[in-house]
């Protein structure tokens, strides 16, 4: 009995995606500020429809991404017809698309376009103000889900400088998890912070 509780995950795109699974309810709100070739997109949409209730927003600011994320969804049949929007916009202006209090989970897969020009990539500055402002869109026990890429020059500066920052958030108000395979040069990091109920 006890071996099936017993997970192991391969990646941390299954490790992240096994948590988000957990946390989406049809019916919520869900922003994915990095869209990419639109993979994590899809697989929260399948979360989340069909559900009239239900609202998806997936940034980025590469008109190629906007445009793989929306083929890839039209493909399987989820774009028309569901609360689902794909813009091209820095997730530094995530507060134009949400509201206080509104979403149930926000993630965050840093770095550059797979297949696509590196030097475009996500920052800093940027990647810490979208998450200032995410920290208000969240409702309680909302979860904001982060993978930083520290292969790559300005993923390493990502996560040196974001990590210890989100580490100081507020315990009574978050709580905060980190995931690392070991012994996997450069591994990717992924960090989890769900806003605790109001007591
Ligand atoms: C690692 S990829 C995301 C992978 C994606 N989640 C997927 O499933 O395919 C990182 C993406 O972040 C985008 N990006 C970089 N800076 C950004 C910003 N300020 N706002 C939104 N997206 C940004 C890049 O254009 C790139 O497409």
Redesign the pocket.
Known sequence: MFGAYILLFQSHTEFTHFLWKQQIQPGKTVL??????????LFLAKLLFPNSSSRLIA????KD?IEATQSRLKTEGLLDGNNIEIIQQ???DLRLFLKPNEASLITY??????G?NKS????LD?TKSSLISAKECLEESGMISITFYPGHPAGFIEKDMLIPWIFEWDPKAWAISRHSFALRESSPSVVIAQRKCEQ
């Open positions: 994915d500020a990095t869209a990419g070739r639109g993979l994590d997109t940034l980025d600011i590469q991404a820095s997730h530094s897969n840093l770095g550059y376009l797979p696509g475009i990539t996500t920052l940027s």
